[in-house]
């Protein structure tokens, strides 16, 4: 049983509404942050100003929401599983669309892992590399990070 006091609210300094520019000062996320990372509701941008991702963000990365092709187009809208392994989390289900805007599949996504974890998307065999090569370089939360919040919650 947690020693976690649930009637006592969250230490709101924990989480803050931030943007968090790249070294050359572009801002690649606006939204809520923990630890200078996304956690919560968000966007994340190219280094250009097109919006990248915009959901719910959490441990590794994205787990619900939309990814946006470079041109601004919507590439995938849905839900990302976590991964549990090396890398980023990926598409689990959802809608996939082609640059142009075309719904090209819709459904639960199959992925396979290289050896270390890296997920690879293999149905819709279209969808091409998990992140994309223009994304913006953000520091997630890992899972070791969400363990020391909790734990300094109280919880866990």
């Known amino acids: 049983m947690s020693n976690f006091d649930y009637e006592k609210p969250l230490d709101m300094a924990l989480t803050s509404w931030q943007q968090i520019a790249d ?27 097109t919006r990248y991702m915009e959901g719910i963000w959490g441990c590794k990365g994205i787990i619900a929401g939309r990814e946006y092709y470079p041109n ?28 142009d805007g075309e719904l090209l599949y819709e459904g639960l996504f199959r992925i396979t892992k290289s050896g270390v974890g890296w997920p690879t998307v293999v149905e819709p065999a279209e969808y091409g590399k998990v992140i994309q090569d223009a994304a913006p370089r953000i520091k997630m939360l890992s899972c070791e990070d969400m363990r020391r919040i909790a734990v300094e919650l109280g919880g866990c």
């Not at 070294?23 to 100003?49: H, K, M, Q």
């Not at 839900?79 to 809608?95: C, D, E, I, S, V």
């Open 72 to 99: 601004g187009q919507l590439r995938f809208e849905g839900a990302y599983r976590h991964n549990g392994g090396y890398g980023p989390n990926f598409p689990q289900y959802g809608r996939f669309f082609g640059t």
């Open 23 to 49: 070294e050359d000062g572009n801002l690649i996320y606006e939204g809520f942050t923990v630890d200078n990372r996304p956690c919560g509701s968000g966007t994340a941008f190219y280094p250009d100003g």
